[in-house]
């Protein structure tokens, strides 16, 4: 085999892992998750689409992205809407007349905690149009721009955690995360032989503008935190932005149809945490009220 040039090591680097050249829209990319899957996809060369409800965050990473460089396009709109996702696919076939990418990033829990039997069916309907309709009038708009370019892609389901587990009082929510899990599997058989990968991934608690989850923890429990997941810590945006960059290059050229769980080893503990001296349990260990499962004393 004849020796690489390091420009050549470095063009195949580039060919592995980067994403020049590639387009991607993400919906929901202006904060938390979606940002921060915006901004790992730009860094590694892609022109990024961003889809955003909220004025203010579309400002936000309309200006990470230019301090970034590169050309990228942030469009304020509603998802949930028909005309809207058209309006975002046809800017982004105008901008740059390709897709290379989509994540479908959108989702919610929209309400507290509350019985399945005190729900009704507005409640369902709202959570139906934000974690699982979008996805699918998304989706089917940008099929055709994906395929127009016969050079294939990558669709990445933002899931949850919730969609692999049962979790009480959120049993519509998780229902229709599940679902999306049967859409990735159906939707890669599809479109495989387009050369388009179609994958999911379920992060566990993640710090987002959802959700603030140290901020729920009262301070005097903080460092019980590192006894509740393997990898002691709640998630971060940049876990699961670096799950959507192995699953948007060729790092997982052959990897589709399937769901990633990022979720520092909460599915492999199957309820088991650890206590304050390392050792671990899978029963809960009350000593006061309060005491979030501390060892025993004496």
Known sequence: MTAMSTAQKDAARRA???????????????AGIGRGVAEAFALLGASVVVAEIDAGHAAAVRAALADLGGDHLVIEADVT????VERVVEGARARFGRLDVLVNNVGHFLAPKTDFADTDEASW?????INLHHV???????????????QGGSIINISTIEALRGIPGMTAYSTFKAALGGFTRSLALELGPKGIRVNAVAPETTESEQ???LAAVPPEHHDQIPLWFPIGRFGQPSDTAGCAVFLATELSAWVTGTTISVDGGALAAGGYYRMAAGNWTHTPVITHPGSMGQKPKG
């Open 16 to 30: 592995l892992t980067g994403l020049d050249g590639k387009v991607a829209l993400i919906t929901g990319g202006g």
């Open 136 to 150: 699918f009038l998304v989706t089917r708009a940008a099929i055709p721009l994906m395929t127009a370019s016969g």
């Open 211 to 213: 959700v603030r989850a």
């Open 81 to 84: 809407e028909k005309a809207d």
């Open 125 to 129: 309907d709202a959570l139906y149009r």
